[in-house]
Structures are given as structure tokens and as C-alpha cells.
């Protein structure tokens, strides 16, 4: 008896590096569409929890602070306030470096795909190669071998460059920008939230 097969098709690595690369920038318009679905209104308590959420997956998988940074999108001074004011959120951040350690995953330790979503995430931003690697916990080098090695990885790294910010003669910083209804003027392009939760850290002036 012969089954019927669908007929497997190559995919296109330029095509699906870009797919990745544009899911990894999703997250803010993905979190507005799950808010809508409910009626919500933008909350800092929400806001905060997700991002720390992200410190601790990234932290779990093996990562170090500076990458933990990248991967929830918020900048490391941001996350050092949150540790040194949230014993709670410090004490997690404790429990899953444990986790990965017993799991064998320690920041700086053999290249993983957790590193990798770092450096295209931290060259979508528009980071140089030397900073992007040293943020996943890596050498410049050493992620330079695994470039060379990876047609996949290659495919990746072009794509997050096509979606950085290019700067021009007329550059104009982000804090300058013309912005949307809900956007603060900040570096980062925070939104503007409800601070619905006294019990949650508030960045001062100086972690932002």
C-alpha cells in the first residue's frame, strides 16, 4: 500500500532568517494585540513582568546579565535596578542560574542557540559585531569561526543587519523622532504605561 507524500521542498535560508529576525522584533505588537483581545490598557505592572520573565528564560538558559538584557529588550542599567530594588525578582534571577548551572550551562561556556538569538538581536539594534558577541558571551572571534562554519548563521546575521538603524548625514536620534499616540521620548522607545502597581520598581531618571 503506498502513501501519499507531500513533496518536500528546500527552504530558502535567506527567507527564513528573515522570518526569524522579524518574529525576534514582534514582541511589542504582539503584546499590544494580546492587550486589545482583553481591552487593556498598557500597564507598567504587565510591562515590567514580562521583561523580567524574559531575564529569567534567558538566565536559565545559561546566559550572563548583559545578555539577559538584550533578550528582554530593556537596557542592563534598567535591569541592575531591578535587581538591587526587587529582592524577589533578584532571588529568581539566583534560582535559575542555578538551574542552568546544574544543567551545565554556565555564561560563557560553549556556543548554544540561545547565544545566537542574542547577537542577531543585539545587531538588529545596531550594535557592532565586537559588542554583540561579548553581550551573547562570546569572543569576536570565536563567534567570527562559527560564522564561517554556519551558512544558516550567515543567512541570520544579514538579516538582522537589513532591519538595524542606519544612520545618515541627517541623522536624527531617537529621542527625536516623530512619534505614535502611546510612545514615550526615550532612546529605548518605551510606551507610555499605567503605573498600576506602587509594589513595582519604577526606573528613576538615571536607570533610563
Known sequence: MY?????????????????????LGARDQVERELRDAVGGQASHRDDTLARMADVLQATAHGLGQEAAAVWAGVPVRV???????????????????????AHGLRPGGEATPAMVRVVIAALGQGVTWPAAARAAGLTPYRLRQLWKASPVLVALVDAARRTRPRKSKGYVPAAYWPRRAGWAANAYNYRLVQLDDPALPVPHAQDT
Do not use: K, Q, Y
Open 3 to 23: 502513501e501519499s507524500r507531500e513533496p518536500v521542498t528546500e527552504t530558502d535560508p535567506a527567507a527564513a532568517a528573515a522570518g526569524v529576525v522579524a518574529w
Open 79 to 101: 535591569l541592575e535596578s531591578w535587581l538591587r530594588r526587587d529582592p524577589a525578582f533578584a532571588s529568581a534571577v539566583r534560582s535559575a542560574a542555578a538551574l542552568s548551572a
